[in-house]
């Protein structure tokens, strides 16, 4: 950690007084059940792009079947609206992306990965915060080998330039993919297909989707067309893509389909598309054909703001419906339920907390949990704790998670990769949410002290001395285990002992020469 003389006092009031700006890892232990897995694929996000806190940019969300780790990472990507992260089968980070270009594990670009953001996303969006269209990417694995992975994402271009009527002039004119194939250029990846068309025709602002077939060797993938009830159906093999389908039923979509979340439930039966102006939209879905049947449009009491997302529960009864301040529960076992849903809650902030985290896109993690995500600036998620349980046995917790960096609106679109079954047992399924910091232990000795201090770290660190001014007297790298730090120059008086990591300041102490 280097400061110049600009940055010293703010160190000060940002580092040693408020403790709130520590970074640290959260562990949330939840009770889990059983899961017909499909590997590990899903097991990291990315979010964010900024913090409070130097050299954190973002922060990476590890997912088990019994916890979630959160750490503050340094990147350079900004994600936005649209985001993918995607892990090996054993569970191992391997790359994620905002639409314009793909980072791998190390926060680095993948070789060959740039300009996959193609017309204006190449021009006024890819140098800011990548496409900002909701769930506008998605990386998929494939069956049978462990190194290649496909990505589908949309370009943006103008077709409504000239229309005054329209409430958007930008809509996607095609549909592309690429393949990584990790086992290049030394384990880092590679595109090695990029850019290669699926789909020319004006489809929708996102919501792209994907749910694998019963017998897992194959995906599904969801692209609406734009001003229409049409779908593009997509069947994606080893072999490739095989099967382009277009089916067009149900409530027909006009031009303000700019937010909403489209989601498949686990057991891949029904797709769900949600937003303020067109609705809760659900369909059977046949994953031999990969068809579409039996449209279901249902209106959700939503005030004036139009943000909103869907989610459904591990056991596929339960959806979830986000409306900006609301949170909403729709029982798919139940008809009266679908025509009279559940109100869960509606926003409730800390006063503490800077920037609210308003009812947004919705996902279910690998733990079994639903995570929420907001509207615009906001580091905290709102997690459903049992989503599997009806009403209020769900277990909404509001600002239940903490994340180091700022994320905006989007939150990481990936299929749901487990089958937890069709359970209707609430109980088995209840957890706790806990928390704690990440241990780090060190020791500083004497105190006070002469002529030089002795400092015990189980992790190497960055040791920073200032005195009571703000100024730098004094900089070491210190190393696990026990670090002499000679300080006979200091005159006597106090100083402040900094301690950080590459990521994090983890220790402050106040010290005194004699």
């Not at 692209?223 to 149900?250: A, F, K, V």
């Amino acid at each position: 950690m280097y400061l110049n003389n600009s940055e010293k006092m703010l160190f000060i009031s940002r580092y040693i007084v408020p403790s709130k700006y520590f970074l640290f890892i959260l562990i949330i232990f939840c009770v889990c059940y059983r899961s017909n897995s499909q590997g590990g694929y899903g097991n990291n996000w990315i979010l964010g792009y900024d913090s409070e806190i130097p050299n954190i940019k973002g922060s990476l969300l590890s997912f088990s079947a019994n916890s979630i780790e959160i750490t503050g990472i340094n990147k350079s990507m900004v994600l936005e609206g649209s985001n993918t992260s995607i892990s090996n089968y054993d569970g191992i980070l391997q790359f994620y992306s905002n639409g314009c270009y793909i980072n791998d594990s190390d926060n680095q670009k993948i070789l060959n990965s740039d300009s996959i953001g193609l017309g204006v996303l190449s021009t006024s969006y890819c140098n800011t915060g990548g496409n900002p269209l909701n769930q506008s990417i998605i990386a998929l694995p494939i069956q049978g080998d462990n190194n290649i992975y496909y990505l589908f994402y949309p370009d943006l271009e103008s077709p409504y330039r000239h229309s005054k009527e329209n409430y958007f002039a930008l809509a996607p004119l095609h549909l592309y993919y690429s393949v990584v194939d990790m086992s290049k250029n030394d384990g880092k990846g590679e595109v090695t297909i990029k850019n290669s068309l699926v789909i020319s025709d004006t489809l929708a602002r996102g919501m792209i989707q994907a749910t694998s077939s019963n017998t897992k060797d194959c995906w599904w993938i969801i692209m609406p067309e734009s001003h229409s009830n049409c779908y593009y159906i997509i069947r994606l093999s080893i072999n490739g893509i095989d099967t382009i389908l277009h089916q067009c039923l149900g409530e027909v979509w006009g031009d303000r389909d700019l937010t909403g979340q489209a989601v498949f439930s686990p057991n891949g039966k029904k797709y769900v598309r949600f937003n303020y102006f067109y609705g809760l939209n659900i369909y059977d879905f046949d994953d031999l054909t990969g068809r579409l049947s039996s449209p279901i449009n249902i209106k959700i009491p939503i005030d004036t703001f139009y943000y909103s997302g869907v989610a459904i529960s591990p056991n596929s009864r339960y959806i979830y419906a986000t409306t900006f301040d609301k949170l909403f529960q729709l029982d798919l076992n139940s008809s009266d339920s679908l025509i009279n849903n559940t109100l869960i809650a509606e926003l409730n902030t800390p006063q503490d907390i800077q920037f609210k985290t308003r009812f947004n896109h919705a996902v279910l993690a690998a733990d079994g949990k639903i995570y929420i995500g907001g509207t615009n600036t906001h580091n905290y998620l709102h997690v459903i704790q049992s989503p599997n349980c009806g009403g209020q046995n769900c277990d909404l917790q509001q600002y239940a998670v903490k994340m180091p960096s700022w994320n905006i609106y989007g939150m990481p679109n990936q299929p749901t990769y487990n089958d937890w079954g069709s359970s209707n047992v609430c109980d088995s399924i209840v957890g706790t949410l806990s928390i704690k910091r990440h241990e780090f232990k060190t020791k500083i000795f004497p105190s006070p002290f002469y002529n030089n201090v002795q400092i015990e770290v189980n992790e190497p660190v960055r040791l920073t001395i200032l005195d009571i001014f703000g100024r730098i007297v004094y900089g070491q790298e210190l190393n696990k285990n026990i670090n002499n730090v000679f300080l006979q120059h200091l005159n006597t008086g106090v100083y402040f002992f900094l301690l950080s990591n590459k990521y994090e300041l983890v220790v402050q102490r106040k010290l005194i020469k004699l």
